[in-house]
């Protein structure tokens, strides 16, 4: 860390403690006297972070969907938190509420927190996520797919990389599939060889041309692996062994053939997306036949889920065991009659229904790239049957969903209800007997509390997860009776005082 960083950082913390102080002492009603490089230290770190969250929020537009998928993970457990939080806030509220002169002062404060309280309660109704399960619908894990086979371990789209995949337990491998100049199917994602080769050093004239225009020969003589030693895409490499960067470094371009002859081996599935070559190329138009003509020589065909859709009916009459596979969403219909088995999505456009409707006609659906294990369990519980992923290594120790939700029975959450009712009715008379001199502030202490009671039971209602209707009835009962217990027995306690 630079010295301008450290510095930054002491002058945040700082800051940020000084602000924290601040909200205690208006919490406490007490007045600031704040010292004028306080006040500059605030203006400037809140027109920082204004200033920064608007730069991240243009520079992370494509990532707004993530972030909303990742609220369909983490809403449940946020809403508990917050409905925890409002609990803790109570008492220090209520504490400002009776130092408080003004009455008008009183209203807003009271109403604010109520009206926080009350949205709280109303947020469940809108709320969706996958991860809230009834015990035993949770289907099987999603079969992972090394999205150009192992990307963190080895140089992607090599010999090396879709071994150490299926070693790390994936049971599918995927590639783009480019042909060379003289008709040999290979292995490459990008249009020309400059980031994963060093053709730059071998055809330093030529760096500027399609990978396509190149023969297999020369291709051949390209190093695919010293790249990923120098650059280290995924802060991964400090982490293999002499004899992985080893072997990382003396890797080459592989072909197709080489590839489908691992994956025989493996047993798995097979993805790949066939680039076509461009205008001028000697196998411009029989490039998917010489493909298929690779495909049919070297493993079987129920392996391969074939994704390009030009030609997909002539491909569908010449090899009708490969699983059709499309890269679109569509009707019914339209997926049943080109033979589609399967869909090959973007994550983004992760839904749970929708995948339930594909699953119900024997459509599976496979989501791409994947790597992170929160989206994983989102895509376990969303039901996809496969997702294709960069850290095939760490999803594959992954036995369960990292944020699931499951029911239980509704007597928990009555014995609970029960419990609390007990424990809100003793502490309501524990602040009646500290504030007896104020008939209205007894009064009001009273509705808090039965305020907190709500909260509290919204809490339990989480826990157990009351989804349908006669669960939301026994909710609504047990809420009425403990709030009529409550009630009865703070005017028994008040008569008995006042005889």
């Not at 790249?227 to 995924?234: A, I, N, V």
């Not at 080489?258 to 047993?267: I, K, N, T």
């Amino acid at each position: 860390m630079s010295f301008e960083e450290a510095l930054f950082s002491i002058f945040n913390k700082y800051v940020n403690t000084v602000q924290v102080l601040a909200l205690c002492l208006l919490s406490e009603g007490q007045r600031l006297y704040l010292h004028w490089s306080h006040k500059t230290g605030i203006v400037v770190t809140l027109a920082f972070s204004v200033t920064a969250t608007a730069i991240l929020s243009d520079l992370w537009s494509k990532e707004w969907k993530t972030l909303l998928l990742s609220l369909q993970v983490t809403a449940p457990f946020l809403h508990v938190a917050a409905v925890s939080l409002m609990v803790i806030l109570a008492w220090p509220i209520a504490l400002h509420f009776f130092r408080m002169n003004k009455r008008v002062r009183q209203v807003a404060v009271l109403g604010l927190y109520l009206s926080v309280l009350f949205t709280l309660y109303l947020v469940p109704l809108g709320m969706y996520s996958p991860c809230i399960k009834e015990a035993g619908t949770l289907g099987p894990a999603p079969k992972l797919i090394g999205h150009r086979g192992a990307p963190m371990l080895a140089p992607e789209n090599t010999v090396m990389s879709f071994e150490k995949a299926v070693e790390a337990g994936g049971e599918g491998l995927e590639t783009d599939v480019t042909i060379s100049y003289d008709g040999v199917p290979f292995l490459m994602h990008d249009s020309t060889l400059r980031r994963t080769t060093n053709v730059a050093e071998v055809f330093p004239n030529r760096t500027h041309l399609d990978a396509s225009m190149f023969t297999w020969a020369e291709l051949q003589q390209l190093n695919a692996g010293d790249w990923f030693l120098s650059r280290d895409p995924f802060g991964t490499v400090s982490s293999l062994s002499e004899v992985d960067c080893s072997q990382a470094q003396n890797q080459s371009v592989p072909s197709l053939a080489q590839f489908l002859e691992v994956a025989a081996r493996s047993g798995g599935l097979v993805l790949f997306d066939l680039r076509r070559p461009p205008y001028g190329h000697p196998y411009s138009q029989s490039y998917i036949n010489i493909t298929l003509q690779v495909v049919q020589a070297h493993i079987n065909s129920s392996q391969v889920l074939w994704l390009p859709s030009e030609d997909r009916e002539l491909v569908q009459a010449v090899d009708p065991q490969l699983q059709q596979t499309s890269g679109e969403k569509a009707s019914i219909k339209e997926l049943t009659d080109g033979h589609i088995t399967r869909l090959n999505l973007h994550y983004s456009t992760m839904s749970q229904q929708q995948i339930s409707k594909y699953q119900s006609e024997n459509i599976s659906t496979n989501l791409y790239v994947i790597s992170q294990p929160w989206l994983y369990t989102l895509a376990w519980c969303a039901g996809a049957q496969s997702v294709t992923t960069n850290s095939i290594h760490i999803l594959s120790n992954i036995d369960k969903p990292l944020f699931l939700m499951v029911s239980r029975s509704n007597s928990d959450y009555q014995i609970g209800t029960k419990v609390l009712q007990k424990w809100t009715f003793l502490e309501t008379m524990r602040h009646t007997h500290t504030h007896t001199h104020t008939h209205t502030h007894t009064h009001t202490f009273i509705r808090l509390c039965k305020c907190e009671l709500r909260v509290y039971v919204m809490i339990l209602e989480y826990l157990s997860l009351c989804r349908d209707g006669m669960d939301v009835i026994l909710f609504d009962v047990t809420f009425r009776k403990a709030k009529m217990d409550t009630d009865n027995t703070v005017m028994e306690r008040k008569d008995q005082r006042s005889y």
